[in-house]
């Protein structure tokens, strides 16, 4: 499949060449607005095939999933409350935000992760044309962070949120039981030691688990940053490689999963079947939850191709002792960008970030953090 950039990545460096000054912004803005008219361009309605594109197939004529899939999506994981029953977005507003995203990467500043890009760009809309400007930099002073120039390109397409059940595009409501238990995680994670401050062990447990290493979970969740997965396909397993902390899921397809599970472990035990043309993979035994479910949840996961450079991947979280019903997200995955291989990731090797981060925060405390 290799990288499957052809064609988006020149126009991108065209827009970034044309974002200085308002001149620029201008001619930037009816440059994407007049991609969206003429392709569809990364803002149409993701998951619309071409007429006259079938599915790639395998030897044993099931779809062909294979290659490395990048999850770059803006689209927020829930629908922000400002934009209320919206489940879409027409292509002037997406155009906009995509170029307000494209302005940001070029002025540089903090690295942004995951919703974030989408919530800054969407405010920027409430801005008059002529004002709108991505800026540049941080306002507060800290250490904490790196600049922007190291994440990858963010693409918009119409939809408000991943969710798509329920409708709202928000998670369900807590059962009274899982609201207890995050108060109690809360006040325990919050409660200062015997010196009136967090131990460092409550401010370790506190970081993203993504940054301390501790492996990658069964969801492809992912976004913007090392968010590539890279899949092989037999006709009795499919393998999930993650670039993130490097995990590879075996899930065996039909007949030959195992009777039992095996040990529960971050990727839990998975197995597969096909459903058309659509491969669905059931996993339990987990040793982690998913956004704060218990280790007993039940996850669905469903992939299938819907384009010649698109991949729809949608999984669903059951677990009745978190939320009042089952949740589902929706994701479309696009060709890897750059050399067609899935590096190690190599987390803790010289790995003194989050130490020094520590210590410079200690460091800002006791300035005044000016």
């Avoid at 200062?192 to 967090?198: A, I, K, N, Q």
Wanted: net charge negative.
């Amino acid at each position: 499949m290799g990288s499957g950039s052809k064609g988006k990545v020149p126009f991108l460096l065209l827009v970034k060449q044309l974002g200085g000054g308002q001149m620029g912004k201008q001619v930037m803005m009816a440059a994407m607005v007049a991609v969206a008219a003429m392709t569809g361009g990364p803002w149409a309605l993701a998951g619309q095939a071409p007429e006259g594109w079938s599915v790639p197939r395998t030897a044993d004529g099931r779809p062909d999933l294979q290659g490395i899939w990048a999850n770059d999506s803006a689209t927020p994981f829930q629908r922000p409350d400002d934009l209320g029953d919206r489940a879409t977005l027409t292509d002037e507003e997406v155009a906009a935000m995509q170029a307000y995203a494209v302005e940001y990467d070029r002025v540089g500043g903090d690295a942004v992760f995951g919703d974030t890009p989408f919530i800054r760009a969407l405010a920027s809309l409430e801005q008059p044309a002529e004002d709108r400007s991505a800026g540049g930099g941080s306002t507060r002073r800290s250490t904490r962070s790196y600049n922007q120039f190291w994440m990858i390109d963010r693409w918009f397409d119409n939809r408000t949120s991943l969710i798509v059940d329920p409708v709202n595009g928000r998670l369900p409501d807590r059962t009274a039981s899982a609201q207890a238990r995050v108060e109690r995680q809360l006040a325990e994670r919050n409660e200062p030691g015997p010196d009136g401050r967090l131990t460092l062990a409550q401010e370790v447990a506190s970081v993203d688990p993504a940054i301390r290493c501790r492996g990658a979970g069964a969801v492809l969740s992912g976004r913007g940053y090392n968010s590539n997965y890279q899949i092989f396909q037999s006709a009795d397993y499919v393998a999930i490689q993650i670039e993130m902390h490097h995990e590879t899921r075996i899930i065996p397809i039909g007949d030959v999963a195992p009777g039992e599970p095996g040990p529960v472990s971050n990727t839990g035990s998975s197995v597969g079947r096909w459903e058309g043309d659509t491969l669905v993979v059931e996993t339990t035994n987990l040793k982690r939850g998913v956004r704060g479910s218990t280790v007993d949840t039940k996850i669905t996961e469903r992939f299938a191709r819907v384009g010649p450079e698109m991949l729809q991947y949608e999984y669903t979280i059951n677990d009745p002792a978190t939320w009042v019903q089952p949740w589902t997200a929706r994701m479309f995955m696009r060709p890897a960008p750059g050399t067609g291989v899935i590096y190690e990731f190599a987390c803790h090797e010289g790995n003194y970030a989050m130490e020094h981060a520590l210590r410079n925060e200690r460091f800002l405390d006791s300035d005044g953090r000016r």
